[in-house]
């Protein structure tokens, strides 16, 4: 199983991308998993708050398994992609913080978006390279800019380009930024701010998180017809047909969501 959840005795969920040799992209079977660990975590009383991480030196997440839509010559469907998202296919009243590391990269990208920590090593990356592929990132379209600004959003959005772990803590996009560069570093980081987290009221942090993302959420329900409306839209662009049809070099970062 590429995703892997375990439960601690302090009531912290860690749930891990454990794809490494596939920088962690995510296939359909991925997502539907996570879906299945947000669902159960929300009605676990015993899960307090969770953990999500990228297995290996490379990647926290490189976005969606570009070989798979090669395969199938589809995108995972508009509900199992937002299922996969913490707390846009269920309410998620509990924290989750993201533990980044390498590249984090379009679908990558949208799950540490939607938690609720990001923190990240000093050498991690960011992008959504989606619009140089054919290809978008349509939740995260929605979110982005309630993170960081609309023209923060369009700059990172529309031009696909790469940027480092200073100038996404600059931006808001991260919560902090840990001296080391490995997996194991960040998570420990992780771990310790959601040991504290857990020690809070749950019924006060859940009420309270459910208030603060009331508008967040709204806004994704109400454009989700129009958000799988665009992706259905993309699909029969001609960029990405020559992707899925390996007329394009999709690389390692050419992902979507």
Known sequence: MSIEYTLGADGVGHVLINRPERMNALDVPAKEALGKIWRD????????????????????????????????????????????????????????????HGFTVGMGMTLAIHSDFRIATKNARFAFPEVKHGMLSGVSAVTLPGIVGEHAALDIMLSGRVFE??????????????????AQ?????????????????????????????????????????????????????????DVVQRKQGAGRMQRED
């Open 165 to 182: 772990a200073a100038e996404a803590l600059k931006l808001g996009l991260l919560s902090s930024v840990v001296d080391g560069v490995s």
């Open 41 to 100: 975590a929300c009605a676990d009383p015993l899960c307090k708050v969770l953990v999500i991480s990228g297995a290996g030196d490379k990647a926290f997440c490189a976005g969606s398994d570009i070989k798979e839509m090669q395969s199938t010559g589809e995108m995972a469907s508009t509900e199992t992609l937002m299922n996969a998202i913490p707390g846009v296919g269920i309410e998620l009243h509990k924290p989750v913080v993201a533990a980044l």
């Open 185 to 241: 570093d960040v998570l420990v980081a992780a771990r310790s701010l959601a040991t504290k987290l857990a020690a809070n009221s749950m019924l006060a942090l859940g009420l309270t998180k459910r208030l603060v993302l009331l508008e967040r959420r709204r806004k994704i329900l109400e454009h989700a017809a129009e958000i799988d409306s665009a992706r259905r839209e993309v699909t029969r662009s001609a960029e990405f047909t």
